[in-house]
């Protein structure tokens, strides 16, 4: 469940990207959601490794639990690493460089609006890169989602399991469905757009399927970021960036060594002992 929260982390701030309206009243937008979203200045920052330190530290503070603060730390930063895959990618090294690390395996596309982006992610290879997660899960990982397993390697492991079976006395097969939930609602949200997008989006004659890289095509594409204009320089950057972030990284380290574990005031002496 950490690890879940910990991916959802860094777009907290993505509300102006795609702006509130009202009716006809536009509560908040940014002008340029690219520069907002990933830049700098602009809220790019959460797409950096550090702000993923910085929030396992403060959700091990308050939890004082090693799986909720590792959880959150691994959500987090596979977060921030996968949206390198797009053409704008992620100030992955801030605060130390604002370089952008991008793959430009498909494009940027959140200027498009919601529905654009939308039809652009899941016209392009955004869209096979989200298929072909799924297949692996059901080919590889299935396992992971099979009752025994949830009930003797996720809930031993995870404190969040307990609480909702002491404290909110969910059972057992509610408990389930809502580790399997989001994962259904992922599966159930590619394939739902994908149906969308080729099949009932209006402009779906314009807005071709794409699966060339950097495809698709037809969107507007944001302007060039911050990025190095030599090898020599994106070397250098870069490893002032590892190091910076590695050095962040110990300090972090040291600073929880020196709050201890906590158990939760209802944990159960052996964790999952009373399973029936
Ligand atoms: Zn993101």
Known sequence: MAILLGAL???????PVYGLHIGNWEVIKAPEPWM???????SGPTHSLVAGIVAACLVYVVTRSKPWGAGILIGY???VLTDTADSVGTMMFFPFTTQHYSFGMWQYASQEGRYGDAAAYFSSLGWA????WIVLVLVLARKALTAEYFHTSVEPADPFWGVLERRFHLSAHVRRAVFRAYMVYGAARVVSWFLWARFLNPDRGVETMDLSWTGPDWVQVPPRFQVASTWGGFAVVTIIGIVGTAATAAVAWHAMKRLPEQLPRDAHPVV???RQ
């Open 129 to 132: 890169w989200d298929v072909l």
């Open 9 to 15: 982390m860094p777009d907290f701030t993505k509300l």
């Open 36 to 42: 907002y979203h990933r830049g700098w200045p602009g």
């Open 77 to 79: 930063w596979s977060h």
């Open 272 to 274: 999952g002992a009373e």
